[in-house]
Structures are given as structure tokens and as C-alpha cells.
């Protein structure tokens, strides 16, 4: 299945993805990245993989968001892109993409949604003193991280922790979950048993 994914930073999650699509047994391949931001090092990234990479940046549309969208709307349809993952793209979504690719994109969000939607997840999981915390992947709808659940991994978040290990630990767990959750979708009769190892991972 072709998919694009959308980054706007490091790409971590993208080149887990990457990693992913590289195996035969995988359902996907990635057609396209793009980036809102011209400056994203996972372009970079995605470009030093072969991948064709390409950023449509958002400020020149700052006054009409959807023709930014309709924009890279028209990316992903000229690349046969089938499937969306957002993997840190850091741009509130209009009704129009969420519309033109409903049940068709996903987004990781780092923390147990609905918990800590929106930024700064990772210290509002320390202040509110929670034992249990993670990532959730799921399916992109208007709402900001409202969408159905697809899969989750949970971390311990332990005593001495800062924003910046408890992060790390959760990403360790994103790198897991979205190929996973991905995988589930486009091919849930090939995609192997969710296990526990270090953390629970459940798609
Ligand atoms: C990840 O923590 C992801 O969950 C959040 O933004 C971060 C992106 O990191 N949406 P990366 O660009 O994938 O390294």
C-alpha cells in the first residue's frame, strides 16, 4: 500500500516507518514525505533513504490554511498515496484534509490519549503524577487528537524522571507502536500478536 508520511522536525518516527516499509513482509511503502517545514532535518533523512521528499511550506498560505492543505492534498493524490501518517507534523488540520482522507490518516500522540491531548505531554504526565504513561496511535478526524484509538504502549514513569527521559522512554515505545499500529491496519491478518516485553503494546 503506498503511504506518505508528514513530518515537520526529526522524523524519528519516520525513520522507524522507513525501517518498517524496507522489510518484504511489510504492507506498506512509502511514496512520499513531505514537511511543512522547509528546514525539517528528517528531509534529510527521508531524502538519504531514497525516498522523494519534499516540503510545501505553510507560511506563504498564512492567511487561508486549506490552501495549504489543498496543496499538499494534491502532493499525496499525484504520488498514488493510499495512506497518511502523521509523524510530527506540528499543524492543526482543517476540516478538508481531515475530510478528504478520513479513515485513511493516522497520527502518533505521545501520551495515553484521551489523557494529555495537545502539547507538553510529557510534563503534564509528571505534574499530575501519574504511574502510567505512553503513546497512542490513531485515525485523524476534526477534533485535535480525538480520533478512534488504534493501538497504545505504556511506559512506567519512574521515580527521578524529567520531562527529557520520560520522553525518551516514550519514544522508544512510538518507534514500536506505529509500525505496529500501521501494520494492523492495512493488513490485520498478517500483522504479528501485540506482546509484552519491556512495556504493554496493544493494537
Ligand atoms: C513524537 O513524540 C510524536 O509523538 C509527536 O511529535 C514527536 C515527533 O518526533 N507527535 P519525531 O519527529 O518523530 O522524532
Known amino acids: ?8 522536525g526529526r522524523g524519528s518516527n519516520m525513520r522507524a516507518l522507513i525501517d518498517s516499509c524496507a522489510r518484504p513482509d511489510y504492507p506498506a ?19 538519504a533513504a531514497g525516498l522523494e521528499a519534499h516540503a510545501i511550506d505553510h507560511r ?8 495549504h492543505e489543498r496543496a499538499l492534498d494534491a502532493a499525496l493524490r499525484a504520488a498514488g ?4 501518517c502523521l509523524a510530527g507534523y506540528m499543524r492543526l488540520l482543517t476540516p478538508f484534509l481531515t475530510t478528504a482522507w478520513a479513515g485513511r490518516m493516522l497520527n502518533i500522540h505521545p501520551s495515553l490519549l484521551p489523557a494529555f491531548a495537545g502539547l507538553h505531554t ?26 478512534p484509538i488504534l ?3 505504556a511506559v512506567p514513569v519512574l521515580a527521578g524522571d524529567t520531562p527529557d527521559t520520560l520522553a525518551a522512554r516514550v519514544l522508544r515505545q512510538e518507534h514500536r507502536l506505529y509500525p505496529a499500529a500501521l501494520h494492523h491496519v492495512l493488513a490485520p491478518r498478517t ?3 501485540p ?3 519491556d512495556c504493554l503494546l496493544s493494537v
Open 1 to 8: 500500500t503506498p503511504i506518505a508520511i508528514l513530518i515537520s
Open 29 to 47: 511503502r512509502i511514496a512520499l514525505v513531505l514537511s511543512n517545514n522547509p528546514d525539517a532535518p528528517g528531509l534529510e533523512v527521508a531524502r
Open 60 to 67: 506563504p498560505y498564512r492567511r487561508d490554511r486549506e490552501a
Open 81 to 84: 498515496v493510499e495512506y497518511v
Open 122 to 147: 510529557h510534563e503534564r504526565a509528571l505534574e499530575s503524577r501519574v504511574r502510567i504513561h505512553g503513546c497512542t496511535v490513531h485515525l485523524v478526524t476534526e477534533g485535535m487528537d480525538e480520533g
Open 151 to 153: 493501538g497504545q504502549a
Open 191 to 193: 500483522a504479528p500478536e
Open 195 to 197: 506482546h509484552e516485553t
